[in-house]
C-alpha cells in the first residue's frame, strides 16, 4: 500500500487543522492505521490509531479529547482531526499502515508509511 498525507500547515494555538492520508490498493480495509509525529529535534512519537472496521480508536495521553483519528474505507482515507492545538503539537505527522493488531503505538509496527506532512502551531 502506497500513503500519502496532506493537510499540514501553520496554524495559531488553539487553532484546528484536519490531516488525510490517501492510500492506493484495494485492501485499505485490511490495515489498521497510525498517525505518528516527529517534532523537531525528537524522536517519532505515537499519536493515534484505527482499528480495520473503525470502531476502536488508540490515542496518546497528550492528544487524548483534542485529536479524533477516522476512516473512511470506501475512499481509501484515513483522517487526523485536529482540535485545540497547542505549540508543543507542532511536528512532522506521517501516516502508517500495518496488517497487525498488536503494539499498535509502536512505529516498528508499522510496514508503511506516507512521505509526512507539517504542522505548525505558533503561540
Known amino acids: 500500500v502506497q500513503l500519502q498525507a496532506f493537510g499540514g500547515g501553520l496554524v495559531q494555538a488553539g487553532g484546528s487543522l484536519r490531516l488525510s492520508c490517501d492510500a492506493s490498493g484495494r485492501t485499505f480495509s485490511s490495515y489498521v492505521m497510525g498517525w505518528f509525529r516527529q517534532p523537531p529535534g525528537k524522536e517519532r512519537e505515537f499519536v493515534a490509531a484505527?482499528?480495520?472496521?473503525?470502531?476502536?480508536?488508540y490515542y496518546s495521553d497528550s492528544v487524548k479529547g483534542r485529536f479524533t483519528i477516522s476512516r473512511d474505507n470506501a475512499k481509501n482515507t484515513v483522517y487526523l482531526q485536529m482540535n485545540s492545538l497547542k505549540p508543543e503539537d507542532t511536528a512532522v505527522y506521517y501516516c502508517?499502515?500495518?496488517?497487525?493488531?498488536?503494539?499498535?503505538?509502536?512505529?516498528?509496527?508499522?510496514?508503511?508509511w506516507g512521505q509526512g506532512t507539517e504542522v505548525t502551531v505558533s503561540s
Open positions: 502508517a499502515a500495518t496488517l497487525r493488531s498488536w503494539v499498535i503505538q509502536s512505529s516498528r509496527s508499522y510496514d508503511y
Open positions: 484505527i482499528n480495520r472496521s473503525g470502531s476502536s480508536t
